[in-house]
């Protein structure tokens, strides 16, 4: 993966971006014309081809979160650090996106827009912590010791990703457990399309990923370029 | 300029991610009480006289709002990064000139 913060964008990085673009359509196509109407919750029940890969995506954007923090703490690079910056910004906007999407969904099944059944108030627990590590790193350019107490809050936040995971398995709750082991399933042409939602998200995640860690990298070079001139006192023109 | 609207983005996103625990605070607390189940039942059948009292909760429109939602954001997110990342290149590109520029002046100046 090329993440070099300057000159031309690599192509494999345009190519993914492409991509990403194409299957997010598809997927309206899949979502809207070939899976079927949900018999009991009627069209309320599409949103589901997009809250649960979005779930999904937060996960990825965490764990890459985490990665990049467990391994800056071990090589401090630059690079590990800058993953870490674009997994927890990335799954948090995906965090946002199931937490606005669950809702106007129970509204229907449930009747309420929210409740504290155990996966829910997982997700928002993690999607607090990581909303704490994008808050921390952006005021301005972070420390050594703030990057290092980022990198803790990100390792701790990304063991809540299991609990979130088995919290509809192993607590009682409401919500649906359709495709665990405990769940009845899906009709098979909604399976394709939630498999294919699935596929499109996580080439969006990685292509959002990528993107944000040529943008930090880029930012990090601008620094590393600002204080050089700074010495040479070429910033007072600026 | 650079630093409030990050700060603004940020802020944008904490008191969105924390929405639903105000939802949630904002609505009744009946389930946390203790019911008899037979209390839960329909007791009395009331003859309506202009048509059913039922709750219908539009499907479709919570459908739309979710995906517009969806939309927005992605994009939103996806436009923001374009722009800072052409707001850096821009910047990088203009403090490397600039110290060319001082180097070949302190290389006049020796």
């Known amino acids: 993966m090329s993440t070099k913060p300057n000159g031309k964008p690599p192509v494999l990085w345009l190519g993914l971006g492409v991509l990403a673009l194409a299957m997010m359509m598809a997927d309206l196509y899949m979502i809207f014309l070939y899976a079927p109407m949900e018999l009991r919750m009627g069209i309320v029940q599409k949103i589901f081809y997009f809250h ?24 401090r690079t630059e690079r590990w650090d800058a993953l870490a910056v674009a997994g927890a910004e990335v799954g948090l906007l995906f965090c946002l996106i199931v937490l606005v999407t669950g809702p106007l969904w129970a509204r229907k099944a449930w009747g309420v ?10 997700t928002m627990l993690a999607g607090m912590i990581f909303a704490a590590y994008v808050v921390l790193r952006s005021f301005g350019d972070a420390g050594e ?36 082991n405990r769940g009845g399933g899906l009709a098979p042409e909604m399976l394709h399309a939630f498999l294919f939602s699935l596929l499109a998200f996580t080439v969006l995640a990685a292509f959002l990923i990528w993107t944000r860690v040529r943008n930090e990298l880029a930012r990090k070079a601008l620094t590393a370029l600002e204080v050089e001139a700074a010495e040479r006192g070429l910033l007072e023109d600026a | 300029m650079k630093r409030t609207l990050a700060s603004g983005l940020v802020a944008a ?45 539009p499907g479709g429109l919570l459908m739309v709002a979710a995906y517009a939602v969806i939309w927005a954001l992605m994009l939103g997110y996806t436009v923001s990064l374009g722009f800072r990342q052409a707001r850096t290149a821009a910047e990088l590109a203009r403090l490397r000139e ?3 520029a001082g180097a070949g002046g302190d290389d006049d100046e020796e």
């Open chain 2, 98 to 100: 600039d110290l060319a």
């Open chain 2, 13 to 57: 996103a904490l008191l969105a991610t924390s929405a639903p625990a105000v939802i949630a605070l904002a609505q009744d607390d009946d389930g946390a009480e203790e019911i008899d189940p037979a209390a839960e039942r329909a007791q009395t059948f009331e003859a309506a006289e202009e048509g059913a009292q039922t709750e219908n909760i």
């Open chain 1, 113 to 122: 827009w929210w409740t504290w059944d155990p996966r829910l108030t997982t």
């Open chain 1, 52 to 75: 649960v890969p979005s779930a999904y995506g937060m996960y990825v954007g965490f764990g890459m979160a985490g990665l990049g923090s467990a391994l800056y703490l071990i090589r």
């Open chain 1, 145 to 180: 010791a703030e990057r290092r107490f980022a990198s803790a809050l990100a390792i701790v936040g990304l063991f809540i990703l299991p609990i979130i995971h088995y919290s509809v398995q192993r607590w009682r709750g409401t919500h649906p457990t359709v495709i665990t």
